[in-house]
Structures are given as structure tokens and as C-alpha cells.
């Protein structure tokens, strides 16, 4: 039985589309990778890396502070964030039905500073079309707020009187008021010894 060349381009046709539909399907990456991305581009300051595996728009959640971004702002955020220079190891995620529970360990200079570090927390990571739309911190098991509290206070108390230049460095979320959260530091730290 010969097969006419016509009936040979369908079944070639066939063929190739299945072979498609295969690779695209294997290739497709799970909420878990997205998330253990997203902590790879942090730990690696590949910003790239991160604004692959967001949304558009991206919601986090940190105790009453909700902010909504762009990828373009949370660019600001990233940057703001690396000038502390953190530490960032994935030790556990848990799948629930719509979301990504990562626990993970943060270090880094400012933590060492509110004497908070590491930092480990639990985030829930949720997802809309191969994205992360939201991040919500669920907990933090291990920090003591009170000795937090105390050390930013006593730190934005000290900078009031004796660097007025350097007022307000605790909420500036931009990369010059992450470095002045730094000299802040170190100027209150040189003065203390």
C-alpha cells in the first residue's frame, strides 16, 4: 500500500504539531520554579531574573503595608534592597491549592543592626498565568519586634539630633535612602564605640 505524497504532508504536519505540543508542555515552568527563581535573581542581584517570573503587576504584603508594582518600580525595590547586601537561602516550599508557601532565611546588614538576623519568614506566593502576582508575608518566626522597634527608634533618635541631613532614611525606599539607611548606621555605630 503506497501513501500518496499529499496523505505523507498530512501525517508530517501531524507529526510536527505533536512534537510542538510535547516540547511546549515540558517546557512550561511550576509555581515552584517561578519562586525558586525569584529567589535565585535576589541572591544573585540578577534583577532580570526577578522580573522574569513577576506579573505585570506585582501586590505584596508585609503586615498592614500593602504596595502595588510595576515591574519598572519594583526595580527601585530590588535596588533598594541590594544595597544591604542580603542573603537569601530557600529552605522550604509547600504547595497549597492556589499558592507557594517559602519559607526562607534572609541576612544581611541591616538585620544585623536590629539584631534580627537571620530573618526567617514565611511567604505565600501566589500566581496568575505563569506569573507571581502576589507576595504576602505570613510570618516571621523567629524575630523579636520589641528589640526591632527599639533599635530603629534609638538609631532615627540619634540621626534627628546629631545628622539632620540624614532625617527620614527609615521610610525612603529609593537606592539613596537605602545607602543612607547604611551611613546611618555606621555613624550611630562609630559614635557608640
Known amino acids: 500500500m503506497k501513501i500518496k505524497l499529499a496523505e505523507r504532508q498530512k501525517i508530517l504536519v501531524l507529526l510536527f504539531i505533536v512534537f510542538i505540543s510535547i516540547g511546549c508542555s ?3 515552568i511550576t509555581n515552584t520554579q517561578l519562586v525558586e527563581n525569584y529567589y535565585d535573581g535576589f541572591q544573585s542581584s540578577n534583577f532580570l531574573q526577578v522580573k522574569n517570573v513577576i506579573d505585570d503587576s506585582l501586590t505584596t504584603v508585609y503586615g498592614d503595608y500593602i504596595t502595588n508594582f510595576t515591574k519598572e518600580n519594583y526595580y527601585k525595590q530590588f535596588k533598594w534592597d541590594s544595597v544591604f547586601k542580603p542573603d537569601y537561602k530557600l529552605i522550604s516550599l509547600k ?26 519568614c514565611n511567604y505565600e506566593f501566589q500566581f496568575k498565568s505563569g506569573k507571581i502576582t502576589r ?24 540621626i534627628e539630633i546629631n545628622h539632620p541631613e540624614l532625617d527620614g532614611f527609615v521610610h525612603d525606599m529609593s537606592l539613596q535612602g537605602a545607602q543612607n539607611y547604611l551611613k546611618a548606621i555606621a555613624l550611630y555605630n562609630n559614635a557608640q564605640h
Open 95 to 120: 504547595k497549597s491549592e492556589k499558592a507557594i508557601i517559602a519559607t526562607v532565611s534572609i541576612s544581611c546588614s541591616k538585620f544585623e543592626f536590629l539584631k534580627n538576623n537571620p530573618m526567617i
Open 135 to 158: 507576595i504576602e508575608e505570613l510570618n516571621c518566626r523567629n524575630i523579636n519586634w520589641d528589640v526591632w522597634a527599639n533599635q530603629v527608634n534609638d538609631l532615627v533618635g540619634w
Open 26 to 28: 515540558e517546557n512550561k
